[in-house]
């Protein structure tokens, strides 16, 4: 079988097994064959429905798409094989409905006793699916079905009509997306028949139908985010998977809650309803199953979830889990010998038995049976191949504590020795069983032998153990020797140098410490732990300094440098590259180059040259060459800027220095005579860039600055041809540079020396002088 397949699989190659499930449950490859049969005929598409339906077996868009195919030939045998296949497990509306339309065509020609088995067949359907949200139709077509009834007799028209009423009434109540038009129809067949009697029947399910209509709105929210198309595969983790089962679980959450308030019985029955629908979809998941059972339980139907779990180990025969609570469930009730049937499923032939079955086996008979049931089973599962040490720990344990035998588990442990002697995990757990018995010679008897076999690579947590044994129960004498004994026997795992073997303060901390209470702070245990690191580093630090070059270590992080244990692949930055920074160069000697710009201070006197290297006494002419394409605007700007000796300046410091800055504009057509006026007298008046306010000298904070009439008549005058400026355009409205330059305002006005015009104030406030 495909499913024992699977199970010997991940011990050979797992990578294989997993390439494999994907390829069974391979949703693409399945739609591609189920197009595929859809083309052929019945005789040659019946092995891939087959097919498709062993993988998927409860996908029940591929049950219809198969039944139909047998209904086209009439081949009425397979139709009925086929739908006692899949009908209780796909609670599908139109699967079902394709079950119905097959008993109707199959009971036309058989008159009132076909329409009896017809009749029954709709409450067969409606009492598994009726509670769907879609059955809405289902119901609709079962009352025009009843209507269609003949009836010879008054007795019989009274008969049809109150059948009728009971279908309707029972319609009315269940939240489907056809909850209205079923009232209204249900209203009208009232009135039809008696008004008095409608009257009273109405009023009596108005609430009721009221309470359903709100359930239905409530259920709808989460059946729309159902994907009915899914296809069950195990969960692979994907966002899409994850978020179904969310959905799922909202609503097992909602019918639980009892919206409705209707009785237990109809409440029971939705949640069981739409756990079966829960999974068709989520067969693979564990989780429902288990959930789906113990709600069961809990519910006081032990028989159905009993019939759950069973259905749990064949969807997922290697779920050991799901395995193990089945069996704790029937235990629970009592039914010891079907509890003992599936641990022994466990067990089967003894071949590929795991320790955990054997353990957990030992444990039932110990409980079950009694102790002599227990130890002959671990006389058994002790010869077998399979078997570990964990076994004998665990019984070891049984039979001290629960049987009160501390020489039998001492007997059992001694036992275990001679056979895992190289386990250090058994070594430490017989130890701690000693400990227990207070048995201080046997403990040190036990490490002995167990140091004395085990190779140093494995040996470490026992001479852990060791130490502290010894820290905790022993003389001085016995703890510095042992100490001493460790450092000597796993010095030789490791690449340590002689200073290893000394006494350190880390000794004298672990020997004086007692659970979480430390004889230092933790300030003082990180400087150990770090000098520590260092004294075992020391020589690869040294080393990789040693390859870097003396530039590249920084004594104050020497510490820090981990990642220098020597990779030989590790691609070093070409230090003869960089820019060698002089703190002796001062601002101002860099050179710029001697571009005059009408208006602008020169900015050779101004500007540093951060990025002048100095080779062999020679300076590079690069940056000057770069100067000498800047735009005179951005040679203004930089050249009142501050120098910087040091790392990323304040930016809020620099943001204020350019908000008080006067940046000249584009070069401006000007009249004769003003502009050699003004490169006389210096530089002349500027605007911000955010502002029509002058402000070429500083002003006083105390008083307040007011361009002339006459200049502003003046610039009034300028000709229609001439370039339109930065500052002519209005004030900017971006949220950061208007925060920008309320914070240098506050600067500015804080410092109570001189400031320059605010940029923001003059176009806000729309004073023109």
């Given amino acids: 079988m495909a499913s024992g397949e699977d199970r010997i699989e991940p011990e050979s190659n797992p990578s294989q097994s997993n390439k494999a499930v994907e390829d069974k449950y391979n949703v693409e490859a399945a739609e591609i064959r189920a197009n595929e049969a859809l083309r052929l005929h019945i005789s040659e598409a019946a092995p891939i429905y087959e097919q498709l339906l062993t993988e998927f077996p409860t996908a029940a868009k591929y049950w219809k798409q198969y039944v139909e195919a047998h209904m086209v030939v009439n081949n009425d045998d397979a139709t009925k094989q086929i739908f006692s296949r899949c009908l209780l497990n796909c609670l599908h509306i139109p699967l079902w409905r394709c079950y119905i339309r097959f008993i109707r065509k199959a009971n036309d020609q058989k008159g009132v006793e076909g329409q009896e088995e017809t009749r029954k067949a709709f409450d067969f359907m409606l009492s598994y699916v009726g509670a769907d949200i879609a059955s809405g139709p289902v119901w609709m077509e079962y009352i025009t079905f009843l209507k269609s009834l003949p009836a010879l007799s008054t007795q019989e028209e009274s008969l049809r009509m109150t059948a009728v009423r009971k279908v309707y009434q029972r319609a009315i109540v269940t939240p489907t997306h056809h909850i209205e038009q079923l009232w209204r129809e249900y209203e009208n067949f009232e009135n039809s028949v008696s008004r008095q009697l ?205 049987d009160k035998d501390p020489k039998m588990a001492h007997n059992i442990f001694e036992a275990g020795l001679k056979r895992f002697m190289h386990e250090p995990v058994y070594i430490l757990e017989y130890a701690d069983f000693l400990i227990r018995l207070n048995d201080d010679r046997n403990i040190r008897a036990l490490f002995e032998r167990a140091l004395s076999s085990l190779p140093p690579e494995k040996s470490v947590e026992v001479w852990k153990r060791f130490t502290h044994f010894e820290q905790t129960y022993g003389d001085l004498a016995s703890m510095l020797k042992v100490e001493q004994r460790r450092k000597e026997a796993l010095s030789r795992t490791a690449e340590e140098d002689a200073s290893a073997l000394e006494g350190s303060l880390q000794d004298v901390v672990a020997r004086y410490s007692f659970m979480d209470l430390w004889p230092c702070s933790t300030a003082d245990l990180d400087h150990l732990s770090r000098q520590e690191w260092l004294a075992k580093n020391v020589k690869k630090v040294e080393k990789s300094a040693t390859l870097n070059g003396p530039q590249f270590i920084d004594k104050g992080t020497t510490g820090l440098m981990s990642s220098a244990t020597g990779s030989t692949k590790v691609i070093y930055p070409d230090t003869t590259q960089m820019v060698i920074y002089d703190p002796r160069q001062n601002p101002g000697t860099g050179m710029l180059s001697s571009t005059a710009v009408p208006g602008v201070p020169a900015a050779s006197s101004t500007l540093s040259n951060p990025i002048v290297a100095v080779v062999g006494g020679q300076t590079t002419s690069a940056f000057d060459e770069i100067l000498k394409a800047t735009p005179p605007a951005l040679l203004a700007f930089l050249s009142n800027l501050p120098a910087i000796d040091g790392p990323t300046p304040d930016v809020d410091v620099v943001l204020s220095i350019c908000l008080q800055s006067d940046i000249p504009t584009a070069s401006q057509p000007r009249k004769s005579g003003t502009t050699t006026t003004k490169s006389q007298s210096g530089p002349a008046p500027s605007t911000s860039d955010l502002s029509g306010s002058s402000r070429s000298h500083p002003i006083l904070s105390g008083s307040s600055f007011k361009p002339t009439r006459g200049k502003r008549k003046e610039k009034d005058r300028q000709d229609d041809d001439e370039t339109v400026t930065v500052q002519s355009q209005p004030l900017p409205r971006d949220a950061f540079r208007i925060r920008q330059i309320q914070k240098a305002r506050g600067t500015a006005s804080q410092t109570g020396s001189a400031s320059y015009g605010s940029a923001f104030s003059g176009d806000l406030s729309g004073s023109t002088g």
């Fill in 198 to 402: 409608a009257k009273g029947l109405i009023s009596e399910y108005q609430p009721k139908f009221n309470s359903a209509r709100a359930v239905y709105r409530e259920r709808k929210k989460y059946v729309d985010e159902i994907d009915w198309n899914m296809l069950a595969v195990p969960p692979t983790g994907s966002y899409k998977e994850e978020m179904q089962w969310m959905t799922w679980k909202k609503l097992l959450a909602f019918e639980k809650g009892n919206p409705q308030r209707i009785d237990n019985v109809s409440s029971n029955k939705r949640i069981v309803f739409t756990y079966e629908q829960c999974l068709m979809y989520l067969y693979h998941y564990p989780d429902i199953w288990f959930e789906y059972a113990t709600w069961h339980a809990k519910s006081g139907s032990i028989d159905a979830a009993i019939k759950v779990f069973q259905r749990a180990l064949k969807a997922l025969p290697d779920l050991e889990m799901l395995r193990y609570a089945y069996a704790e469930m029937e235990e629970s009730r009592g039914a010891i010998q079907s509890a003992k049937r599936i641990y022994e499923s466990f067990i089967g032939n003894g071949v590929n038995t795991t320790s955990l079955a054997h353990i957990q086996f030992i444990r039932f008979l110990r409980r079950t049976e009694g102790v002599e049931a227990a130890r002959k089973y671990f006389l058994d599962a002790r010869k077998s191949q399979n078997c570990t040490y964990h076994v004998y720990v665990a019984y070891a344990m049984m039979t001290f504590c629960l």
